[in-house]
């Protein structure tokens, strides 16, 4: 069981690049997340998912797309990159409970991001 | 909407002193309550966790108790380990909500 993963570690990229950063999880959890965390603001969600074909906004969505094809696979997709995404982004994957209520969030390792 | 407040860092603490970390938080309902520890160049993990009032969650010698008068969620250790140094995120979520809404984090350092 490898868990949450995620690809790559660490990312440079130029304002307005694109790019996906990957996030893979083995717990067959069909509700799965995406955090940036910045200095002094804790975690804060971007996007999620709650199964296969279900998406929703979080709290900072902007700049951000996601899909979820499959249960295992939710990438986030910055389209056109700006200094202010400069982040370190988690994703994180739990089971639902029957009330929908999540269980214990596990989290990947992180991906380090800057834009320059 | 929800909100989770966390008392003001860094705490630095010598080895074996007893260590407090206040949370309190604001939500409608009956929220799931959760401290998250992340080490250093690690994700984070789930410490303890609290689901209904007066439950106790416990791990690792850490203790926290969901209070409902006081919506609060303080985090307590007897005697702090230099192991211990890492960053401690409190976190809800609300009844029937898949989210979490965390506090800002505050940063641990146990000096040997």
């Known amino acids: 069981n490898a868990g949450v993963t995620q690809t790559p570690k660490f990312q440079v990229l130029k304002t307005g690049q694109s790019m996906t950063l990957q996030c893979a999880q083995d717990?067959?959890?069909?509700?799965m997340s995406w955090y940036r965390q910045d200095p002094g603001m804790g975690l804060r969600l971007i996007h999620y998912?709650?199964?296969?074909?279900?998406?929703d906004q979080g709290e900072v969505p902007n700049g951000y797309n996601v899909s979820r094809s499959t249960t295992e696979d939710f990438p986030l997709r910055l389209l056109s990159a700006a200094p202010s995404q400069t982040s370190v982004y988690f994703c994180?994957?739990?089971?639902?409970?029957?009330?929908?209520?999540?269980?214990?969030?596990?989290f990947g390792p992180g991906t380090r991001l800057t834009v320059l | 909407g929800n909100s989770v407040t966390q008392m003001e860092g860094p705490v630095t603490l010598s080895e074996e002193a007893f260590l407090t970390i206040n949370c309190t938080y604001t939500?409608?309902?009956?929220?799931?309550l959760f401290w998250y520890v992340q080490y250093p160049g690690e994700g984070l993990q789930l410490l303890l966790k609290?689901?209904?009032?007066?439950d106790k969650g416990s791990n690792k010698g850490f203790e926290a108790t969901y209070r409902k008068e006081t919506t609060s969620f303080h985090l307590e250790k007897g005697s702090v380990q230099v192991s211990d140094s890492a960053v401690y995120f409190c976190?809800?979520?609300?009844?029937?909500?898949?989210?979490?809404?965390f506090g800002k984090g505050i940063t641990l350092s146990v000096r040997p």
């Open positions: 609290a689901t209904k009032a007066d």
């Open positions: 976190a809800l979520s609300s009844q029937g909500d898949s989210k979490l809404t």
């Open positions: 998912s709650v199964g296969a074909g279900i998406t």
């Open positions: 717990m067959n959890h069909e509700y």
């Open positions: 994180a994957s739990s089971s639902l409970r029957t009330s929908g209520k999540q269980d214990t969030q596990y």
């Open positions: 939500a409608t309902g009956y929220p799931s």
